[in-house]
């Protein structure tokens, strides 16, 4: 089933505990504005290249639309809705005056130059620039963008627009606007959320089994913050490799070891293992923090952890979902666990709009006070209506934004 779809399923599941009319279901169910449109880019060779684009606009009650551009060979419409939804629930549970949005162009980044990827960066912005800026749609990084693509798309804004404009792209080089800790924003604010979480369900931080599924930005960086800490990492994959050590692994010298050679293959330390073996850990926690759908209703049964953390976006899929809980495993959904991200981005752009920048403490600090509230919020509607703590996050968000759209008088 498609994320898309599967949002559908999930609201309408919501009716059981937020009364929601018909008018209001269609209103949740439709985003507001859809972009598909094709991309053309001069590969090295001189040769021009055109591929598939989108922004999706999903909800602007709160506030202008906002959220990352993913470039990966499998974008597609259905799925950038999804995230462009899930971005209007993060936002609207994390109390980030912005609504949700998402883009992403369908390549293969792996396979292309630094040039190249200027070049598409630079034309996905001459699609969509009179439709983004700051106070309308905000782009950011997503998988496989970072912030050296974020300095391209906002010089191609200010270009295009004539003015100086740091606000319209978050995310950015620190040099030109971006804020301290972005780039492990999205990592932090899931430590913070499982550190309370651990607090919450009275489970002791020392001696934490944690295995992490990703080691791009969000689960490498997840890795070197949780090894500050007294837990163990006992596994860890990336899309082609996966290291295990039930002693407990060196972040520092994961990190260097893929460094070196692009994978864990080789790394001494531990016994080589698969993404499907890493699923079946015997650990306290897992950390989903690559793609969509990779815990499904084939691999839920085999999962041995007691939390999953969602760093990624919508990696579990609503069939899989049944099983886990019928096995007593407490899942913190994405929108709550990965809004670290969006909320740093806020901050950025706050501090873009004033003029005035933040120092790394402070910014800390606020996203912890920030992303613990939500999760404090969360988890009294999980005690107090009996339901999962995905079921919570929605109910909450769900709420928040029909009274503003009641109170806008569109529903
Ligand atoms: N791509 C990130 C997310 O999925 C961050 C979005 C942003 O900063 O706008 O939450």
């Given at each position: 089933m498609s994320s898309f779809r599967e949002i559908g399923e999930r609201l309408e599941s919501l009716k059981k505990f937020v009364g929601i009319t018909d008018k209001e279901m269609l209103f949740l169910k439709k985003p507001m504005k859809t972009l598909a449109f094709k991309i053309e880019y001069e590969k090295d060779n001189g040769k021009k290249e055109v591929v598939d684009a989108y922004r999706v606009q999903y909800n602007n009650v709160l506030g202008p639309t906002k959220g990352g551009v993913r470039f990966h060979e499998k974008v597609g419409e259905e799925e950038t809705k999804a995230l462009a939804f899930w971005m209007t629930l993060k936002c609207a549970l994390t109390g980030v005056p912005f609504g949700g949005g998402k883009g992403g162009v369908?390549?293969?980044?792996?396979?292309?130059s630094d040039s190249e990827l200027e070049r598409i960066s630079r034309s996905y912005i001459k699609n969509i620039y009179k439709d983004i800026g700051p106070w309308k749609d905000i782009p950011a990084p997503d998988v496989y963008t970072t912030p050296r693509h974020m300095a391209w798309m906002m010089d191609e804004y200010e270009k295009l627009t004539n003015k100086h404009a740091?606000?319209?792209?978050?995310?950015?080089p620190v040099v030109l606007g971006g804020s301290k800790a972005r780039d492990i924003a999205t990592a932090q604010g899931g430590v913070f959320v499982l550190l309370r979480m651990l607090e919450k369900l009275g489970m002791k931080k020392e001696k934490t089994k944690i295995a992490i599924q990703g080691f791009g930005n969000a689960g490498m960086n997840a890795a070197k913050i949780l090894a500050r800490e007294d837990v163990l990492i006992v596994g860890v994959t990336d899309s082609k490799s996966g290291v295990y050590n039930e002693e407990g692994l060196s972040v520092k010298s994961l990190v260097k070891h893929k460094e070196k050679h692009?994978?864990?293959?080789?790394?001494?330390?531990g016994e080589s293992i698969s993404n499907a073996e890493l699923l079946k850990l015997d650990v306290d926690v897992l950390i989903p923090a690559a793609l969509c759908n990779t815990i499904t209703k084939e691999n839920a049964g085999s999962v041995n952890a007691k939390i999953i953390l969602e760093l990624a976006n919508g990696p579990v899929s609503i069939e899989a979902e049944n099983t886990l809980e019928e096995k007593g495993i407490i899942i913190v959904p994405d929108v709550l666990a990965n809004a670290g991200g969006v909320i740093v981005s806020h901050y950025e752009w706050v501090q873009n709009n004033t003029g005035l920048y933040w120092d790394e403490k402070e910014v800390l600090g606020r996203l912890k006070k920030q992303i613990c509230k939500a999760l404090d919020e969360t988890y009294s509607v999980k005690q107090e209506k009996k339901v999962d703590m995905r079921t919570a996050a929605y109910i909450v968000a769900v709420e928040k934004i029909l009274r503003a759209a009641k109170l806008r008088g569109l529903v």
């Open positions: 369908r390549i293969n980044p792996k396979g292309l740091p606000g319209a792209i978050t995310g950015k692009g994978s864990f293959k080789g790394f001494e330390d």
